[in-house]
């Protein structure tokens, strides 16, 4: 599988699982609105009074992972996340998601973080096989 067909993997299911790590060292899982792709990094939007941006803070190394039951399919992204601040990003990411200020009244928009992921490795496995690892600036995948 190639880094463009993941692409589109993550973009046609819309919805993954973030995991993060909380303060006692337990994984943490949860439901997140996981498809938004600009040049290398994966973009995901919280409430700024979440756990889990406790949990980012103190531990910025999260996975993501994406199933498709019916195929059979799974695809996994690991990286660190870390606060998006540029202005430029954060404006495009609102109007591709539209729904990160629809969902609150403008004098609560200061509560919306954006985050970037920069993956550091992805992972995909079609049935019940050993993940291969997709080389995301790169097409040619390797067995882990």
Known sequence: MKREEIVLYLKAR???HLATLASDG???VRPMALHTVYGDSLYFFTLAQTRKVAEL??????EAVWL??????????????????DETIIAQFKRDNPMVT?????????LVQIYRVDPTAVEWAHGLVPYKEIPWN???PKTC
């Open 26 to 28: 337990t994984p943490r």
């Open 138 to 140: 790169e097409s040619s």
């Open 68 to 85: 498709d039951p019916k195929e059979n399919s799974q695809l996994r992204i690991r990286g660190k996340a870390q606060i998006e601040n």
């Open 102 to 110: 629809e969902m609150l009244p403008s004098d609560a928009q200061h």
């Open 57 to 62: 803070g103190a531990s910025a190394h999260v």
């Open 14 to 16: 819309g919805y993954g």
